[in-house]
C-alpha cells in the first residue's frame, strides 16, 4: 500500500486524466487521509470531481481547499463556482459575496454573481456589478439586464460600447436595433440590416425585423419573416406571425406563443402597457365584477404580472393566478396578493380544478388563444354552479376567429356565445370598450360577464 500523500495524488490524477473516475477517487481518499491538510490536494480532488461530473463532491473538495489556502482568491472563486455548478445559488452568491469584500474589482466574482443575481430577479444589483467590466460577456450581460429592466438607452448605451471595440460585432448590432426597436427609434432598421449583413443566416434577427416592420411595411415584414422561416424551418411562432401577415385562416397561437412573448417581456410590462398604450383593461373586468359580492375563491387566468389582483382581492376569500410565462409570476409575486401562482397552461389548470371557483376571470387572454371552445369546456369543469366567468377579447365583426396583423385574435360574438353556452354559461352583461391603444389607434374590444348555470 502507498503511504506517500504526493504519489497518490500523482496516481490520482492520472486516473482521473484516463477517464478512470473511481480508482481517482480511491487514490485520493488515501492521499487526504495521510495529508488532511494539503490544500492542493483537495483542489486536485475538486478537479477530478468535475471531470467524473459529481459536482457535489467538486464543491466539497474545493470548499475544503479554500478554507486551508484563506490568501488564494483564485481558488475561493473556484469554490464559489462549484457551488453555482452543484445548484446551489444561495450559497454561491454568499462565497462571491466575501470575495468581492476582499478583492472588489475580481472580474470573475462581479461577472459570476451578477449572473445569480439576474437569475433571482435582482436586476438593479446585477448592473451595478457588471457596469464596471469591460469584457465582451459582461457588455452583453449588462445589455440584457438593463433590457430587462426597461432601461432601453441604458441597453443601447451597452451595446454601442460593443459596437465601438468592434464595428463587426454582429451581435452589437442586433441587440441595438433590437432595443432601439423598443423604443421607436428610426436608427433600428438600419442596426438590424448591419447585424444581418454581418450576419445573414441569423433567423431571430430576420424575425426581429419582421416585428419591426408588420404595422407600418407589411409586405417587408412578410419578407423577413419568410426568410427567418427558410433558415429555421418549423419554428411555430414565426409561422404565426407571417400567417397573421397573410390572413391565412388560423384558431390557435402555435405551442410556447405567450410564454416566449411575455418571458422577454414581463419586466417592462406594465410601464409599456399601463404607461405608453393606455392599457384599460384591468380597471374594467373591476368594474364588471364589482356587484359579485365577497368571500369568493377566485382565479385569475393570464394573469401576468399581477394588474387584475387589485380588483379582484377585495372579492376574493382565496386569490390564484395562473400563467405560463415563469417570469411574469415572478414579477406577480412582487406583489404579495395572491394566495397561490401557478405556472400552468390554461386549459390542463383548469381540467385539474373540478368546481374550484367561484370567479374565472382572463383580462386579455383569450387575444392568445384563439378557439374558445376548449378553454370554456374548462371553465364549465372548474367554475362551481352560480359562479361566474369575465373576460375580455378583441371584437371582431364576424362571426368566428379572426387572426389580426398583430399576431392576436379577434373573436365575433356567435363564438363567444356558442362557446360559453355549451360549457353550461349564460350571459349576464357585455361592455363594449377601448382595451389600449396600438400606433396611436383605440382597439375595440369587449368585456362579458358569464354566469355558471345551477344543475
Excluded at 139 to 150: D, F, I
Excluded at 266 to 291: M, N, Q, S, T, W
Excluded at 318 to 338: F, H
Excluded at 351 to 377: I, K, S, W
Aim: hydrophobic content about 50%; some cysteine; proline content about 4%.
Amino acid at each position: 500500500m502507498i503511504a506517500d500523500p504526493d504519489m497518490l495524488q500523482r496516481q490520482a490524477v492520472a486516473h482521473a486524466q484516463a477517464g478512470n473516475h473511481g480508482a481517482a477517487e480511491a487514490a485520493f481518499r488515501q492521499a487526504v487521509a495521510l495529508a488532511p491538510g494539503q490544500g492542493r490536494l483537495w483542489s486536485n480532488r475538486g478537479v477530478a470531481a468535475r471531470l467524473a461530473g459529481d459536482a457535489a463532491r467538486q464543491a466539497a473538495s474545493l470548499a475544503r481547499a479554500a478554507r486551508l489556502a484563506p490568501g488564494d482568491v483564485d481558488l475561493a472563486a473556484d469554490a464559489a463556482a462549484a457551488l453555482v455548478a452543484a445548484d446551489r445559488p444561495a450559497e454561491a452568491a454568499r462565497a462571491y459575496d466575501d470575495l468581492l469584500v476582499r478583492v472588489p474589482g475580481h472580474p470573475a466574482a462581479r461577472f459570476n454573481l451578477a449572473l445569480l443575481r439576474r437569475a433571482a430577479g435582482q436586476l438593479a444589483e446585477a448592473a451595478d456589478l457588471l457596469a464596471p467590466l469591460g469584457f465582451r460577456e459582461a457588455r452583453l450581460q449588462l445589455a440584457a439586464v438593463e433590457r430587462q429592466r426597461g432601461r432601453l438607452a441604458a441597453a443601447a448605451a451597452a451595446y454601442r460600447s460593443l459596437i465601438a471595440a468592434d464595428a463587426g460585432d454582429a451581435d452589437g448590432w442586433a441587440g441595438l436595433g433590437s432595443v432601439l426597436a423598443m423604443g421607436g427609434d428610426d436608427g433600428a432598421r438600419p442596426a438590424l440590416a448591419k447585424a444581418l449583413a454581418l450576419l445573414p443566416d441569423a433567423a431571430p434577427w430576420w424575425a426581429d425585423l419582421g416585428h419591426l416592420d408588420r404595422a407600418g411595411r407589411p409586405g417587408r415584414a412578410a419578407a423577413s419573416y419568410a426568410r427567418a422561416l427558410a433558415l429555421r424551418p418549423g419554428h411555430a411562432i414565426v409561422a404565426h406571425h407571417l400567417a397573421a401577415l397573410s390572413g391565412s385562416a388560423v384558431d390557435h397561437a402555435p405551442a410556447g406563443y405567450a410564454a416566449g412573448l411575455f418571458d422577454a417581456y414581463a419586466e417592462r410590462f406594465d410601464a409599456e402597457l399601463v404607461g405608453k398604450l393606455g392599457y384599460r383593461v384591468p380597471e374594467e373586468i373591476a368594474a364588471l365584477v364589482a356587484g359579485l359580492g365577497t368571500g369568493l375563491d377566485v382565479a385569475d387566468l393570464g394573469c401576468g404580472t399581477g394588474l387584475c389582483a387589485a380588483g379582484l382581492k377585495p372579492h376574493a376569500r382565496s386569490l390564484t393566478g395562473v400563467d405560463l410565462s415563469a417570469a411574469m409570476l415572478a414579477q406577480a409575486r412582487r406583489l404579495d396578493v395572491y394566495d397561490r401562482l401557478v405556472q400552468a397552461d390554461l386549459v390542463s389548470f383548469l381540467a385539474q380544478h373540478d368546481a374550484a371557483f367561484d370567479l374565472a376571470v382572463a383580462g386579455d387572454v383569450f387575444v392568445y388563444v384563439g378557439a374558445l371552445e376548449a378553454v370554456f369546456a374548462g371553465l364549465g369543469r372548474a367554475v362551481r354552479p352560480g359562479g361566474h366567468a369575465a373576460f375580455s377579447v378583441e371584437h371582431d365583426e364576424g362571426s368566428g376567429v379572426a387572426l389580426r396583423p398583430s399576431g392576436r385574435f379577434a373573436h365575433g360574438a356567435a363564438h363567444v356565445e356558442a362557446a360559453a353556452a355549451a360549457a353550461g354559461f349564460r350571459q349576464v352583461e357585455r361592455r363594449d370598450v377601448v382595451l389600449r391603444q396600438d400606433h396611436g389607434q383605440p382597439i375595440r374590444g369587449r368585456l362579458y360577464l358569464y354566469i355558471k348555470n345551477s344543475d
